[in-house]
């Protein structure tokens, strides 16, 4: 059985733990699947997670579990993990399980793969790519555990589609018998972070515009807002362009920014270096735009377009003034 740690905030379920949901079918197909919800005053989300026909719902709540701090959490988690017997734990790679799942995994002796991006199999065994050095190499590693003990993983976020999701009729919803003292947590927890409001959340756009080198200067910006603006899109850029200060480095999609997973991703005058699709090469349409007929981006794009960016760019947005009349 495979068990999947959902997460969550202020009573929505995070995309990226159905990616991860989605991931999980994906290792074992037509396997057992149950999902583990921890927190507080969880009726209505549970409820929500078994309406979803994913697989059973466990549910642990308990008033330390309010907010997320490590000590309740890993505890909460272990005790389930011990009752449930499942042969592999799955998380989205959020801030939260890079804080839980080496912990978890420590004190279960059991492995960790971290930053799945995709899983194959080999014979009877299973293989997790993950990358590796920043992105400059992508690794098949293969786990092992001693009989009755889990392997954890978590998914890297955009890397599986949430919307491949295989639902089925609704599950049934457990709740699980684990103490949870609030004296086990020996953190003061401190409000969630949140971003400042004139920041921007890239990975719930659904249509992105994102910029390279090839803009060549800020005052160009102009044009791919425009065609941002034309398409309904958010616009994005790779690292140089934020580390020029051209903009904010909260629109940085790459391995040291934003992962996203956009329905549609235009990447203008960007080249494709390793660092950046890893960011977003789990888009379900790229189309690139790059004078240069051998730049990587054209690699995993679906459209590709060689030519300059300053007239394509202008003419799109043309096309789709008229098709709006």
């Known amino acids: 059985m495979i068990l999947v740690v959902l997460e969550h905030r202020d009573g929505v379920i995070s995309r990226a733990s159905w990616e991860a949901a989605a991931a999980a079918q ?26 979803a026909g994913v697989g059973a719902v466990h549910v642990i709540d308990r ?4 907010h997320y701090s490590p000590d309740p959490f890993i505890h909460a988690i272990h005790g389930a993990v011990t ?9 989205a790679h959020t801030y939260q399980a890079r804080d839980m799942a080496p912990a978890l995994a420590a004190r279960l002796s059991a492995p960790l793969v971290a930053d799945v991006i995709a899983t194959t199999r080999h014979g009877e065994d299973l293989l997790f790519r993950r990358p590796m050095f920043q992105g400059k190499l992508v690794a098949d590693v293969r786990a092992r555990a001693p009989q009755g003990t889990p392997i954890f993983v978590t998914c890297q976020v955009g890397a599986f589609r949430a919307d491949g999701l295989q639902r089925g009729d609704a599950a049934p919803v457990t709740h699980l018998e684990i103490d949870v003292p609030e004296r086990s947590n020996r953190q003061t927890v401190e409000p969630p972070f949140r971003e400042a409001r004139q920041s921007v959340d890239l990975g719930q756009a659904e249509r992105i515009v994102a910029v390279g080198r090839g803009i060549k200067a800020q005052e160009h910006l102009a044009v791919a807002q425009a065609l941002a603006e034309a398409m309904g899109a958010e616009l994005a850029a790779s690292r140089p362009i934020c580390d020029n200060g051209w903009l904010p480095m909260e629109r940085q999609i790459g391995s040291s920014g ?16 390793i660092q950046h699709l890893v960011g977003m090469k789990g888009s379900r349409t790229i189309v690139a735009i790059n004078k240069d007929a051998e730049a990587p981006i054209f690699e995993v794009a679906d459209y590709g377009i060689v030519g300059d960016l300053f007239e394509i760019a202008p003419a799109i947005i043309t096309e789709i003034e008229k098709s709006s009349r």
Do not use: N
């Not at 999902?35 to 989300?45: F, N, S």
């Open 26 to 51: 994906g290792m074992v197909p037509g396997g057992p699947m149950a999902l583990l919800l921890p927190g507080t005053g969880l009726d209505a989300l549970a409820r929500s997670a078994a309406a």
């Open 63 to 66: 008033p330390a579990l309010e």
């Open 83 to 91: 009752q449930l017997a499942p042969t592999l734990v799955v998380m």
């Open 258 to 273: 934003q992962t996203v997973a956009p329905k549609l991703y235009v990447a203008l005058g960007i080249s494709g270096a």
